[in-house]
């Protein structure tokens, strides 16, 4: 893959306020220099000079695989809501819960904010995210146009983003199982490994994911 230096509107990296084509001029996530980008070449990227982050790095086929991996995580998103998560042993008792079930106990009584928590932010907002890239992405990865108010979807998506906690959700559950490992005998359900492969497919989504890129795309189609 080639690196490709962007080109900066000013010296400073401020945008003159007489330019006519300020619209066009790209914000450095990071450390929010400006730059007005050449056409990118698949395959390639650009960084941000500054900082070095990647400004855009087009793919081939990225869409079409994006929308794929985002299938798969809604599926394997429903497996780990309704399979047993974990089997507890102890004193001769056996115990199997779901997420669900969690959902559910709390959901009765004085947590029922905590109920609403883990459902919102453990199952539905990443669920609703990964339908939420299927529908722009998936027209698009065929060549269509984008579907109806795909612009507005894709705008919801990146910002429940930081509130889809999966990966949080097992990182915690891991360190609870520590605790918990002397005081009863553990076994990993089904849905443990299906958020396990969740958060590992959401990785490799992520980095196949060029936002600007998406964006050009959408107001490109649009049109």
Same mark, same amino acid.
């Given at each position: 893959?080639?690196?490709?230096?962007?080109? *900066?509107?000013?010296?400073?990296?401020?945008?003159?306020?007489?330019?006519?084509?300020?619209?066009?001029?790209?914000? #450095?996530? +990071? #450390?929010?220099?400006?730059?007005?980008?050449?056409?990118?070449?698949? %395959?390639?990227?650009?960084?941000?000079?500054?900082?070095? +982050?990647?400004?855009?790095?087009?793919?081939? %086929?990225?869409? +079409?695989?994006?929308?794929?991996?985002?299938?798969?995580?809604?599926?394997?998103?429903?497996?780990?809501?309704?399979?047993?998560?974990?089997?507890? +042993?102890?004193?001769?008792?056996?115990?199997?819960?779901?997420?669900?079930?969690?959902?559910?106990?709390?959901?009765? %009584?004085?947590?029922?904010?905590?109920?609403?928590?883990?459902?919102?932010?453990?199952?539905? *907002?990443?669920?609703?995210?990964?339908?939420?890239?299927?529908?722009?992405?998936?027209?698009? %990865? *065929?060549? @269509?146009?984008?579907?109806?108010?795909?612009? $507005?979807?894709?705008?919801? $998506?990146?910002?429940?983003?930081?509130?889809?906690?999966?990966?949080?959700?097992?990182?915690?559950?891991?360190?609870?199982?520590?605790?918990?490992?002397?005081?009863?005998?553990?076994?990993?359900?089904?849905?443990?490994?299906?958020?396990?492969?969740?958060?590992?497919?959401?990785?490799?989504?992520?980095?196949?994911? #060029?936002?600007?890129?998406? @964006?050009?795309? *959408?107001?490109?189609?649009?049109?």
């Amino acid at each position: 893959m080639t690196e490709t230096d962007p080109m *900066l509107p000013t010296e400073q990296g401020k945008p003159d306020p007489n330019d006519s084509a300020i619209e066009d001029l790209v914000a #450095c996530p +990071t #450390c929010d220099a400006l730059y007005r980008l050449p056409n990118i070449p698949i %395959g390639s990227r650009a960084r941000c000079l500054r900082c070095h +982050t990647v400004l855009t790095a087009p793919r081939e %086929g990225a869409m +079409t695989r994006i929308a794929m991996l985002a299938g798969t995580s809604a599926i394997l998103m429903i497996a780990a809501v309704f399979f047993p998560f974990l089997e507890l +042993t102890a004193a001769g008792m056996v115990q199997r819960s779901s997420v669900l079930d969690v959902v559910l106990v709390f959901a009765d %009584g004085p947590f029922v904010g905590l109920a609403v928590a883990v459902a919102a932010l453990i199952v539905v *907002l990443p669920l609703a995210r990964f339908l939420s890239l299927i529908y722009v992405l998936a027209p698009m %990865g *065929l060549g @269509w146009r984008p579907a109806p108010y795909a612009i $507005a979807v894709f705008r919801m $998506a990146e910002r429940i983003r930081p509130w889809s906690m999966a990966e949080i959700f097992i990182v915690g559950v891991a360190v609870a199982l520590i605790k918990v490992a002397g005081l009863a005998s553990l076994s990993l359900g089904p849905a443990f490994w299906a958020f396990v492969a969740l958060v590992l497919i959401t990785a490799v989504k992520d980095n196949f994911m #060029c936002r600007l890129t998406i @964006w050009k795309t *959408l107001e490109h189609r649009s049109q």
